[in-house]
């Protein structure tokens, strides 16, 4: 998921995988589609424009903020929380 600046009728977040966009574009959805269709990611509607989130294995596994740092490592926290 890529957060991109919203408008009248999209949300501003691309969640379909990359392979999936068409090419040289992306797509844009209404946060109500987003809602219907990955439910799961509704958590992310919040961020602001430039958060770019993976979801895997059930879960937020890493977040980078609009200047590409990482700001969310699941599995760095779950080390961490091992040792």
Known sequence: MKRYAASDDASGWVITPFAEQPRGGTV???AH??????????????????????????GTSHIWDPTGALVWDAA????????
């Open 33 to 58: 589609e987003v809602w219907r269709k990955a439910p799961h990611l509704v958590r992310y509607l919040g961020l602001p424009t430039g958060f770019h989130a993976v979801w895997s294995n059930g």
């Open 76 to 83: 760095a926290r779950a080390d961490a929380s091992r040792a």
């Open 28 to 30: 844009l959805m209404p």
